[in-house]
């Protein structure tokens, strides 16, 4: 069994594939490089939420590469320790520090023109920041937070970065969840929303229809904008913070199996760091591969084009009073 036949395997049965034995199969049969062999000296490089779990392993693995760091993060005692502990390990390493929560469209636009103003050109934005939550809350402009950090904030600064990230024909690298699969694009042309409402709330189904149209609308980016890189990825399952705090069952269950936080996040780092990306932009990856975005026709028949423009226009109507 050729090694692409042996991946592909292991991603229809899930469980092998989403897994840390996924990933330790992987990397030995791609006979994988470290990322932080890599050379991104003199390579803007924009992570949001490094302070723990995936993000922080990617700017772990980043730091070593000579990368110029901009960490985005909602609490600044935080960001400021990972900046310290990175410049710590790799004195060459000088991480810049933007406070922001990216769901609170305001704080997106502030930071956003921080990098713009700072940073002639942006050659990676890494959207990781995010949470499963179990409770429904509300961001400072009322959209469903899960909604407002892991879709629109993202979209937003993507929006207000765009020219920079056109400067250096950079790339926009987007964690999604391997969640995703189980949901469909919610039709909100015909009246559906994105946003649960709290009579029925559930904080997995929700994150799952974020991480659904984060997906989208990272192939629609890539056709609006042939200038810049667009990718999204999965990072199988991974021993974080957040499934420590969102689904301890789930963690408990899969504990034996799961991946290590720089396990997961070494998709998002080799995205950000390689040169020449291997498939057209627009794609979805995991463990370095590109991925279906489907995998049950129920998805696959309500991915149609009226619910794609339909996303895209509530997207920009939403951000439009913030960008500047």
Known sequence: MNKKLLSDVLDATVVP??????????????????????????RVVV???????????????LAATGAQLVLVARN????????????????QCNPVVVIAEMGDLSAVASASRQIREQFPRVDVLVHNAGALLQERSVSPQGIEQTIA????????????????LRAANGRVVTVSSGGMYSTALPQLQVGESLEMPASNYNGTRQYAYAKRAQVTLNEMWAHKEPNIEFVAMHPGWADTPGVQDSIPLFRTLTKPIL?????GADTIAWLAAVRS??????TFWSDREVRSVHKTPMTRRADIE???DALWAWCNEVIQPFVV
């Not at 990306?277 to 627009?282: A, T, V, Y």
């Open 76 to 91: 600044k005692e935080k960001c400021d320790a990972i900046a310290h502990e990175l410049h710590s390990s790799f004195p």
């Open 17 to 42: 594939g989403f897994s840390r034995v996924g990933y330790l199969l992987r990397a030995q049969l791609g006979k994988w490089s470290p990322v932080s062999e890599m050379n991104l000296a003199g």
């Open 277 to 282: 990306l291997p498939e057209k932009s627009g």
């Open 259 to 263: 991946r290590t936080s720089a396990q």
């Open 47 to 61: 992570i949001t939420g490094p302070t723990s779990g995936l993000g922080a392993a990617t700017a772990r693995m």
């Open 149 to 164: 950090s892991h879709v629109v904030g993202p979209h937003l600064m993507t929006t207000m970065l765009r020219d920079v």
């Open 306 to 308: 009226a619910a794609r």
